[in-house]
């Protein structure tokens, strides 16, 4: 398909002779936007599936491969289902990625590079806009407001290489097809897209999407030599059914092969669908974290410029209207997906949209591009400033996220070595099985077993004693007042009540309670006193 937009951005900057048509200037309102993208996603490292990634990092740079059975978990049984399999074994390169980086200069190298990993996929989208003709300070204004609505996308986890790589591939794929239309054989398409989906396949599971972009346009393709609308020549169609078919065979060249496709689709389907937030669809995931407003900014950033594509309708391709359907219903039913969402779409739709926009910023002399590049970078470098851990404000501190951490309870865990196993909060976990590895915990954010959950959703609801015989617990690391609702914990309220239970530690957050039977040596906290200082909240 030929590109709809022309060089009316070029010949606007030319004919105005204005400040913003300048190459210099561009670059340096460039550098400013992505440099406030960078410091902003220098967000501290939180509570996320990060932990798990980075001690899985650990263990296959310890062990020399990928581990056969969990490592971390004592609850885990054997043999793992498909989806556990994946979860375990599914992320070598991204996860060798983040424990190299953190062993050669600590969690501030984590930091910069999730800050690099994030610059690079608007960067991507950046150039998406530029190729397709849109105006660069239009692009970069665009650009620059998105991280704001998609603040809550700024976890180090591998899935930012899916963001990154399915940009990177709709890119190349359209490149491929332009060069090929034009007479210009894309001869090396043939080896970079297969290399770029077999990285793609060892970094995350998202390669799928990228197996799905290929074949979208190849079934468009298909569809237009049927009706004869402009189809690719026989030996240009013939080179993307090969770049199709070598690249996604390619992709399965991982450790677990076709398991990562199997399980990604049926994931969404199982149990743990219901309870994993990102799994919410984005309004209401967006209503549960009490920020219904953004969730509609959101979705209105993907619906509203896919519903002026319907003025474009005689030259929507058949590749683009499905992958906008495909898209836009991913990330409208899941908010693990939004980001993507909008990215696409907006991609998309500046193929078609940059002459009209080019045309209404040249009659407007451009005033509209720079007040929005102003507006939107000034915001995002106000909450770059306020958000970042490197230590260019008074207030950044430390590259883990202060008062979400807990670090200072797993150092009592660390240094008084209790006895039994633990019994831990969630979304601890991967945090807490970070720090005390070798030792095995119950339960981490990997969700590898729905028993397991379930059983955890027993203590958390006060019925613990049969598990606790189970797994001979004798350690219970917990905060102390349930989340979001700030009431006391069920499973905290009975073990305070539990004789066979001692404190610990206590931190006013969070709370360590010692089965006494076996950790009869421990120094321990006066149990009533802390009892009567959490119910003085109440």
């Given at each position: 398909m030929e590109n709809p937009a022309s060089n009316t951005a070029e010949k606007f900057a030319l004919k105005t002779g204005s400040f913003i048509g300048k190459p210099t200037v561009q670059w340096i309102l460039g550098l400013v936007t992505f440099t406030c993208i960078f410091i902003y996603h220098t967000y501290p490292l939180g509570l996320s599936d990060f932990w798990w990634h980075l001690n899985t990092g650990r263990w296959i740079w310890a062990?020399?491969?990928m581990p056969a059975d969990d490592p971390f978990l004592f609850s885990s049984v054997s043999p793992l289902d498909a989806r556990a399999e994946l979860i375990l074994r599914g992320y070598p390169l991204s996860q060798m990625l983040f424990f190299g980086s953190y062993a050669l200069a600590g969690a501030n190298a984590l930091v910069m590079l999730k800050g690099l990993l994030m610059t690079l996929f608007y960067g991507l989208l950046w150039n998406h806009f530029r190729r397709s003709g849109v105006h660069p300070i239009s692009a970069l204004a665009i650009v620059g407001a998105l991280p704001l609505l998609f603040f809550r996308f700024d976890e180090l986890r591998p899935q930012l290489f899916s963001f990154i790589f399915t940009l990177l591939t709709l890119q190349l794929v359209e490149d491929f097809l332009a060069k090929e239309r034009s007479g210009r054989p894309a001869k090396q398409y043939l080896l970079l897209l297969p290399a770029i989906m077999l990285l793609w396949a060892n970094l995350h599971r998202g390669f799928i999407i990228g197996i799905g972009i290929l074949f979208v346009f190849l079934f468009a393709?298909?569809?237009a030599r049927k009706n004869n609308r402009n189809p690719l020549s026989d030996d240009a169609y013939r080179r993307l059914l090969i770049l199709a078919i070598v690249s996604a065979g390619i992709s399965f060249i991982n450790p677990v092969g076709i398991t990562a496709t199997w399980a990604s689709f049926t994931e969404v389907s199982g149990p743990f669908s219901k309870v994993i937030d990102e799994f919410l669809g984005t309004l209401r995931y967006f209503d549960f974290i009490g920020m219904k407003h953004i969730g509609y900014l959101v979705v209105a950033a993907a619906a509203v410029p896919a519903l002026a594509l319907l003025l474009k309708w005689k030259d929507l391709s058949m590749a683009h209207l499905l992958l906008l359907v495909s898209f836009l219903a991913a990330g409208i039913m899941s908010f693990r997906f939004s980001l993507l969402m909008v990215a696409v779409v907006l991609a998309i739709a500046g193929v078609y949209f940059a002459r009209d926009l080019n045309r209404w910023l040249g009659s407007a002399k451009g005033i509209p591009m720079i007040l929005l590049w102003c507006v939107s970078t000034g915001f995002l470098a106000n909450s770059a400033l306020s958000r970042t851990s490197l230590p260019i404000t008074p207030r950044a501190t430390s590259p883990l996220e202060a008062g979400v951490i807990p670090s200072a309870a797993v150092d009592y865990l660390v240094q008084s070595?209790?006895?039994?196993?633990?019994?831990n909060f969630f979304e601890y976990g991967g945090y807490l099985s970070w720090r005390l590895y070798p030792q095995k915990i119950f339960?981490?954010?990997?969700?590898?077993?729905?028993?397991?959950?379930?059983e955890y959703s027993h203590c958390w609801r006060g019925d613990y004693s049969?598990?606790?015989?189970?797994?001979?617990?004798?350690?219970?690391f917990y905060p102390v007042y349930e989340r979001p609702s700030g009431k006391l914990s069920r499973l905290v309220g009975g073990l305070l009540n539990d004789k066979q239970w001692g404190v610990g530690y206590y931190d006013g957050r969070d709370i360590i309670f010692l089965k006494l039977d076996i950790n009869d040596n421990q120094p321990l906290l006066d149990k009533a006193a802390v009892a009567?200082?959490?119910l003085r909240r109440f």
């Open positions: 062990h020399g491969g393709e298909w569809i070595k209790p006895a039994g196993n633990v019994y339960i981490d954010q990997r969700n590898l077993s729905w028993d397991t959950y379930e049969g598990v606790f015989s189970k797994y001979r617990i004798g350690v219970v009567e200082n959490i």
